[in-house]
C-alpha cells in the first residue's frame, strides 16, 4: 500500500488525508445537489442575485467541522472506550494519543457551528417562500443532528450511530447547499 494509512495506522498524515477526504466528500455531494437541482428547475435564465452572507459563510464552516468529525471517527475507531467515564478521562489525559485528544474538539465546534447555520438559515428563510422550505428543513437536520451526536457519544460510537450521524451529516450539507442555491434565485 502506498501510504499505509490502513487498520492501525495512526500518524498524522492519516488524519489529514482523512479529513481531507470529507472534505472532498462534501464538495462532490454539493455539486451533484446543484446539478440535480438545475436539472430540474431547468428555465433557460435562472436571474441570479447575492445569497446572505451569512448562508455563504456557513458552506465552508460546515465543512470544516465534516472535518473534525472524520478526525474524531478515526480516533473512536483506534481507541475506543470502555465507558463514558473512562472515554472522557481519555481525552483530557497528556499521555494520550494525539487522536484521542483532538476528538474532543468536534462536539465542541458543532454547538456552535449549528447555532452559526440556524442563524444562516433564519437569513435565508427572509428571501422568499421557496427558500424558507428549504431552510426549515436545514433548522430541523442540524437539531436531529445534535441530538444523533450526543447519542453517538453517550452509545461509545457504535458502527451503526455512525452511520446515521454520517448520513444526517450528508443531508444537512445537502439541505445548506440548496438552500444558499435557492437564496441565490431571484423570481
Ligand atoms: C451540525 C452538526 C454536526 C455535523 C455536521 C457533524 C458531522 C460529523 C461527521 C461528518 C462525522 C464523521 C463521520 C464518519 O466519518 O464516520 C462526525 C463524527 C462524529 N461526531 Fe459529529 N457532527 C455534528 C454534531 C455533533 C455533535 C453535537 C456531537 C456530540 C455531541 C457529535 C459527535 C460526533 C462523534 C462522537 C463522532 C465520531 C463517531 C462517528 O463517526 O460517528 N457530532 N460528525
Known amino acids: ?11 498524522l498524515g492519516r488524519a489529514f488525508y482523512l479529513a481531507l477526504h470529507m472534505a472532498n466528500t462534501l464538495v462532490l455531494l454539493g455539486m451533484l445537489a446543484v446539478t440535480a437541482w438545475l436539472a430540474s428547475h431547468g428555465e433557460p435564465a435562472i436571474r ?11 458552506l465552508p464552516v460546515v465543512v470544516l467541522l465534516g472535518m473534525t468529525g472524520a478526525i474524531a471517527a478515526l480516533g473512536d475507531t483506534l481507541f475506543p472506550a470502555s465507558s463514558l467515564r473512562a472515554g472522557f478521562s481519555q481525552d483530557f489525559s497528556a499521555a494520550a494519543n494525539f ?14 457551528t449549528a447555532a452559526f447555520v440556524i442563524y444562516a438559515a433564519s437569513a435565508g428563510m427572509k428571501t422568499g417562500r421557496e427558500t424558507r422550505n428549504a431552510a426549515l428543513t436545514l433548522w430541523l ?3 436531529l443532528q445534535m441530538v444523533a451526536g450526543a447519542v453517538n457519544i453517550a452509545l461509545l460510537a457504535p458502527i451503526w450511530m455512525q452511520i446515521v450521524h454520517l448520513l444526517v451529516a450528508d443531508l444537512l450539507w445537502i439541505a445548506l447547499v440548496l438552500t444558499t442555491l435557492r437564496a441565490a434565485v431571484a423570481r
Do not use: E, I, K, Q
Not at 483532538?102 to 458543532?110: F, K, N, T
Open 99 to 112: 487522536l484521542v485528544r483532538l476528538r474532543g474538539l468536534h462536539p465542541a465546534l458543532a454547538v456552535a
Open 48 to 58: 441570479w442575485r447575492r445569497a446572505p452572507g451569512a448562508l455563504l459563510a456557513a
Open 141 to 143: 437536520l442540524v437539531l
Open 1 to 11: 500500500m502506498l501510504f499505509d494509512y490502513v487498520a492501525g495506522n495512526v500518524s
